[in-house]
């Protein structure tokens, strides 16, 4: 069976996208999803001229004409109704935040003045208006604050607040079945036996998805060749994205493809020129996508990191990838013509990435991945080193 490229893999994976849903979360729960709809400014932002000092506000008028001395009315506070400068040659005491006294144009910080028995003495020169956050100048009503499309943060939040949104329109995650198979694998809460392991890689796709918003529901299938087909059915009734580990290889119990087949799944490829992670498999029905990953941990998390991510950045309208690179600390030999993914620990120098191999067992030792932070790709090539200071894309996570 002819391998296909990383790249042709990678095409023809983000080639398949689904048309998004939206729904509505409160605002609560919308933080880290992918907004569905442009937020537009309710009024004027500010909404009134906004004092921005403590201090006081005056008729700038009367400072121009030579006085520096004025007689104190009352205060105007943050929360309080707007008031009216009365006296000539007065003022209001104004808090920040507070709304601009009518009849007043300029504030002057209590930094610079001197207040003595009911009178404020300005010690600094003034400017017209000055201290004022006037209002509309942020934004004006009806404009566009923030464009849909965007990953929410906490700044988001805030202005949906302000805006009195209590829910927003977010992407909808698809539904997400995260599928294991094997006799051998038992789950966590269980002493495994001599022959057996503990589950680990669908926690390790769990925590991975959850980091973009995307929740996922496991399932474990025996290995039986009746009850691995009847088990991709009924996920395929249920779930919009499968996403296999184990039973994809030629092992006599592998019978993941096969299932798939059995239940119309059409195979798009299957085995990739690379290492780790070549048999992996992908197909599609009219409303599925099928992720099947080898099942070895590493290579499980290297293609769940390099294919599926990708698909699900894309799926939610960002890019698909990042153009981040990283340069290779030591020389790296490696002889097959396949892509290597060469686990990783990140390290900066000013504005450059330095990647450091991290010693490993091959794709079955999981336990290095708690030392790496990513994994640098070194494409195929008749080359057999791959020099130390050579740049090469990574993929961290």
């Known amino acids: 069976m002819k391998l296909i490229s990383v790249q042709t893999a990678t ?6 996208q689904f048309p998004t849903q939206s729904e509505l979360l409160s605002l609560e729960n919308a933080y880290g999803k992918i907004l569905a709809e442009d937020l537009h400014a309710d009024r004027d932002f500010p909404p009134f001229d ?10 700038y008028e009367d400072f121009k004409n030579g006085n520096t001395a004025f007689a104190i009315q009352e205060i105007q506070a943050a929360g309080d109704p707007q008031k009216t400068l009365t006296i000539p040659k007065g003022c209001l005491e104004v808090m920040t935040g507070a709304v601009l006294p009518l009849n007043t144009d300029t504030v002057i910080r209590y930094e610079d003045l001197e ?12 400017t017209a208006a000055q201290n004022i956050h006037f209002k509309g100048m942020d934004k004006k009503a009806g404009e566009r604050l923030i464009q849909a499309g965007k990953k929410i943060n906490a700044s988001h939040i805030a202005v949906a607040a302000t805006l009195g949104k209590q829910s927003l329109k977010v992407i909808k995650a698809p539904k997400v079945a995260l599928i294991s198979s094997g006799d051998e694998l038992v789950t966590i809460d269980k002493e495994p036996l001599p022959h057996q392991i503990r589950m680990s890689n669908m926690y390790a796709i769990a925590a991975l998805l959850r980091k973009q918003g995307i929740p996922s529901t496991h399932i474990h299938i025996a290995d039986n060749k009746v009850q691995t087909a009847e088990a991709i059915k009924k996920a395929l009734s249920e779930y919009d994205i499968l996403i296999l580990s184990g039973g994809i290889s030629m092992g006599k119990k592998d019978y993941i493809p096969e299932a798939l087949e059995k239940n119309k799944v059409t195979k798009l490829f299957h085995k990739i020129a690379q290492k780790p ?17 080898p099942g070895n941990p590493v290579s ?33 030999r490696f002889r097959p013509q396949l892509t290597y993914f060469l686990q990783v620990k990140i390290s900066y120098n000013e504005s450059k990435v330095f990647a450091t191999p991290v010693q490993h067992n091959g794709s079955g030792d999981f336990l290095s991945l708690s030392d790496a932070d990513g994994f640098i790709e070194l494409p195929e090539s008749d080359e057999v080193l791959f020099p130390k200071g050579g740049s090469f894309p990574i993929h961290l996570f």
């Open 11 to 16: 095409e023809q994976i983000l080639a398949c």
């Open 50 to 59: 906004r004092v921005s000092m403590d201090g006081i506000a005056i008729r």
């Open 115 to 126: 207040i003595i028995n009911g009178f404020a003495e300005i010690k600094a020169e003034v």
């Open 277 to 293: 992670g070549k048999p992996m498999w992908f197909g599609k029905t009219d409303k599925n996508l099928v992720f099947a990953l």
């Open 300 to 332: 499980t998390f290297l293609c769940t990191v390099r294919y599926v991510l990708p698909w699900f950045n894309q799926y939610f309208g960002q890019p698909a990838f990042t153009s981040q690179t990283a340069i290779l600390t030591e020389d790296i």
